[in-house]
C-alpha cells in the first residue's frame, strides 16, 4: 500500500449529528461522529439497538444527510452535493449490502446484479457479462437465471453482494449482512467477506449485532448513545 | 438516457402485475374507444345527413312564399307570368312551378284528406324523383284528368287490398283521375315540396281548368353549372322581390343548406368528441391513480434503485414509460374498440360505415398525451422520493 492512498482515507467523518424530528419533539440520534476509514480496511460497527447505527450507515452511504458534520468522501466534500451528483457516487463508488438481501423480485439474479452497470450507462450484454463473472466469484455462477424467490437466503445474500461489487466500488457498505441468515450461513457470508478483503483489498464497513462476526472484523467501532464509545484496532 | 433500460423495467413491471395492468388498460382504451366512436358517429351522421343532399344535387333551388293561400281564383304569379322567368332569372338551367291545394280523394268508396300537387311536365325530372311503377306524368297528360300518388296515399291503397294501382280510378275534386305512376319516397329532410310523398300530382293546367285555381305555390328549379350561387341567389331574391309586394319570397339552395348543415354537423362531432374526451380524462385519471398506487407500492424497489445509484430522471423515465406504454396499449384496444364500436351503431342505423383518419390519430395523439400527461405526475413523485425514506418503506 503506497503513502499516499494511506493518507486519503476513503471515508472521513468529522462531528457528524443527526437530530430527527418527531412531532415537535427533537431526537438527537447521531451526537458528534469522528470517524475514518482507510483503503483495505475491514471494519466492523457495532452497538445497542436504537443506537444509530443504520443511522450512521445511511449517512455514510449517501442515502440520507446529516443534520450537522464534515464528510468527505476519497478526499471529496459531500455535503451539498447534488442528487445527481449524490447518485452518480453512489453508482460507481459504493456497494450497499442490506440485512433484507433488497433484491428486485422481477429481475433474475444476474439481471439484480447488472443493475447498477446499466444505471451507469453499460450495455445490456457487456454489464450480463460481468454480473456473471461477479456471481462466479460469490459461488452463484448456477443460479445466474433464477429470481430471487427461488434461492434461500443466503443465496440471495451471496447475489446482493455481487451486485455489490459489480460496479468496482471504493466501498462496501453492509448493514448486518448475517443478520437475517442462522449462524451456520451467517459465518459462511462473512467467510466471503474476509475473502474478499483479504485477496482483493475490498474495503468493508459492516454492521453487526454478532459479537461473534465482530471479532472477526480487524477494526471496531462500538456506537453508543450517540458516540463512538470505543474503537479497538487489531494488530495484524 | 437509457429508454433500453427504462422499457425493459416498465414492461417487467407491467406484466407482473396483471390485474392492476388490465385495469389500467380498461380504463384507457374505454376512454380512447369512446373518443374514437364518437368522432366518428358524428362524421358519418354527417355524411348521411349531406348524402341527402347530394342525390338531390348541389344545383337544386326552391322559391316559396310566393302566394297567397287564403285566396283562390287567380294567385300573385299566374303559370302564364312563369315563362318570362328564363329571361328575369339567367342563372336558371330549369324551373317547374307548381300549386299546391287540398282535397278529398276517394278511391273504392274510402276517402282520405290529401294534397294535390299541380305540376308542369318537367317537375319530375327537376326534382330527380324515381318512379316506382308506371311513367311520371308529363307534358302531353296536361288538361288530361292522370295523376301520380306520391308513398301515403299509395299504401293507403294498399291497405285497403288495391295492389295494381296503375290504371285505378281516383275521384279529386270530384273528378274521375286515373293513375299513371306511382313515385317513390323522396328523402325527408331535402329541399324538395312534402307534398311529393304525402299527396297526389296532377297536371297544373287540369287543376286549373277544374277548380280555377291558378296561383304558384312554389317554383323548384335548377341553377346553371359554375354560378356563384349567393349571387344568383340575390339577383332572383330582387325579382321576386319585386313581383310579390305582399310577402317575402323564400329562396333556399341545396348548396346553401349543405353548407348550414355542414357547419352543424361539425358541431356536433365537436360535442360528441367532447363527450369521448371526457370519458379519455376519466381513463387517464384510472392510469394515474394506477400509477400512483404502484409508485406507493414500490417505494422500497425505487429506494433499492436509488441505493444502486438510479438517478430521479432514471426512477421518473421508468414510470412515465410504464404510464406511456399502457396508453399506447390500451390505446390501440381503444382504437379497435372505438372502431368496432362505429361499426356497429353504423349497422343498427343502417347508416353508410366509414372511418377516416381523423378520429384515429386523434385516438392516437391523445392517448400519448394522456400517457405522458397522467404518467408525468406519479413519476415525479416516485422521482423525488428521498433514497431513505424509500428504503425504510415495506
Ligand atoms: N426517519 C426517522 N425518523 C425518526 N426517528 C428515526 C428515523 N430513523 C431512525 N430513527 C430513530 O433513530 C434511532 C436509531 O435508529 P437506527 O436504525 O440508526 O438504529 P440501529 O442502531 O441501526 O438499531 P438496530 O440495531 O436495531 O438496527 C431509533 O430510535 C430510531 O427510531
Ligand atoms: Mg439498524
Redesign the pocket.
Known amino acids: 500500500m503506497t503513502a499516499e492512498t494511506r493518507a486519503t482515507p476513503v471515508i472521513e467523518l468529522k462531528g457528524i449529528k443527526?437530530t430527527?424530528?418527531?412531532g415537535v419533539l427533537d431526537?438527537p440520534?447521531?451526537k458528534g461522529i469522528d470517524l475514518s476509514i482507510n483503503k483495505g480496511e475491514m471494519t466492523a460497527i457495532t452497538?445497542?439497538?436504537?443506537?444509530?447505527?443504520?443511522?450512521?450507515?445511511?449517512i455514510i452511504g449517501l442515502l440520507?444527510e446529516p443534520t450537522a458534520g464534515a464528510y468527505s468522501f476519497e478526499g471529496r466534500e459531500v455535503i451539498n452535493l447534488d442528487d445527481d451528483e449524490l447518485s452518480s457516487i453512489r453508482n460507481k463508488k459504493i456497494g450497499f449490502v442490506f440485512?433484507q438481501f433488497n433484491l428486485l423480485p422481477r429481475l433474475s439474479a444476474a439481471e439484480n446484479v447488472a443493475m447498477p452497470l446499466l444505471y451507469r450507462g453499460e450495455s445490456i450484454g457487456k454489464s450480463d457479462a460481468t454480473a456473471r463473472t461477479f456471481l462466479e466469484k460469490v459461488g452463484m455462477g448456477d443460479r445466474a437465471d433464477h429470481n430471487p424467490m427461488e434461492l434461500s437466503g443466503g443465496q440471495q445474500q451471496r447475489v446482493a453482494i455481487a451486485r455489490a461489487l459489480a460496479g468496482n466500488p471504493s466501498i462496501i457498505l453492509a448493514?448486518?449482512p448475517t443478520?437475517a441468515l442462522d449462524t451456520k450461513v451467517g459465518q459462511e457470508i462473512m467467510d466471503l467477506f474476509l475473502r474478499l478483503n483479504k485477496e482483493d483489498g475490498i474495503t468493508i464497513v459492516m454492521?453487526t449485532?454478532d459479537p461473534r462476526i465482530a471479532a472477526q472484523c480487524p477494526k471496531r467501532f462500538n456506537?453508543c448513545d450517540g458516540l463512538i464509545k470505543s474503537e479497538s484496532e487489531a494488530v495484524s | 438516457m437509457k429508454l433500453y433500460l427504462y422499457f425493459r423495467e416498465a414492461t417487467r413491471s407491467l406484466l407482473s402485475s396483471l390485474q392492476r395492468t388490465f385495469l389500467a388498460l380498461l380504463g384507457i382504451s374505454i376512454g380512447i374507444a369512446s373518443v374514437i366512436a364518437m368522432v366518428s358517429i358524428g362524421e358519418i351522421v354527417k355524411e348521411e345527413a349531406l348524402r341527402q343532399f347530394q342525390e338531390l344535387g348541389t344545383d337544386f333551388l326552391v322559391i316559396s312564399n310566393i302566394a297567397d293561400e287564403t285566396k283562390t281564383g287567380t294567385g300573385i304569379i299566374p303559370l302564364r307570368s312563369t315563362v318570362s322567368i328564363p329571361r328575369a332569372c339567367p342563372s336558371l338551367r330549369e324551373f317547374a312551378p307548381y300549386a299546391v291545394t287540398f282535397s278529398t280523394v276517394i278511391c273504392s268508396g274510402k276517402s282520405w284528406g290529401s294534397s294535390v300537387l299541380g305540376v308542369t311536365g318537367n317537375f319530375h325530372a327537376v326534382n330527380k324523383l324515381t318512379i316506382d311503377k308506371g311513367r311520371p306524368l308529363s307534358e302531353i297528360d296536361q288538361e288530361m284528368k292522370n295523376c301520380v300518388i306520391g308513398e301515403r296515399i299509395a299504401e293507403q291503397m294498399r291497405q285497403i287490398g288495391i295492389s295494381n294501382m296503375i290504371g285505378s280510378k281516383l275521384l279529386i275534386f270530384d273528378h274521375l283521375f286515373t293513375i299513371v305512376g306511382v313515385v317513390k319516397q323522396a328523402s325527408e329532410n331535402s329541399l324538395r315540396p312534402q307534398e311529393i310523398n304525402d299527396g297526389v300530382m296532377i297536371p297544373y293546367l287540369t287543376l286549373k281548368r277544374i277548380t280555377g285555381n291558378d296561383q304558384v305555390t312554389g317554383i323548384v328549379g335548377r341553377l346553371k353549372k359554375n354560378v356563384n350561387v349567393s349571387a344568383a341567389v340575390e339577383q332572383i331574391q330582387g325579382i321576386f322581390d319585386q313581383i310579390v309586394k305582399e310577402r317575402k319570397p323564400y329562396i333556399q339552395t341545396a348548396s346553401e343548406l349543405i353548407g348550414q348543415m355542414n357547419k352543424q354537423m361539425n358541431l356536433l362531432t365537436l360535442f360528441l368528441g367532447i363527450v369521448g374526451c371526457i370519458a379519455l380524462v376519466v381513463g387517464g385519471v384510472g392510469v394515474m391513480n394506477v400509477m400512483l398506487v404502484s409508485v406507493a407500492e414500490r417505494r422500497r424497489e425505487i429506494g433499492i434503485r436509488r441505493a444502486l445509484g438510479a438517478r430521479r430522471r432514471d426512477i421518473q423515465g421508468q414510470f412515465i414509460v410504464e404510464a406511456f406504454l399502457l396508453c399506447l396499449f390500451g390505446g390501440l384496444a381503444g382504437i379497435a374498440l372505438g372502431i368496432g364500436g362505429a361499426y356497429g351503431i353504423s349497422r343498427f342505423q343502417q347508416w353508410h360505415f366509414f372511418i377516416s383518419q381523423t378520429p384515429i390519430l386523434l385516438g392516437f395523439g391523445v392517448s400519448a398525451m394522456v400517457g405522458l400527461f397522467f404518467g408525468f405526475y406519479p413519476a415525479w413523485q416516485a422521482s423525488k422520493l428521498r433514497p431513505?425514506?424509500a428504503l425504510?418503506a415495506n
Open positions: 443527526k430527527f424530528r418527531v431526537l440520534i447521531l452497538g445497542t439497538s436504537g443506537g444509530g447505527k443504520s443511522t450512521l450507515m445511511n440520507d440485512q448493514d448486518e443478520g454492521i449485532h456506537i | 431513505i425514506e425504510r
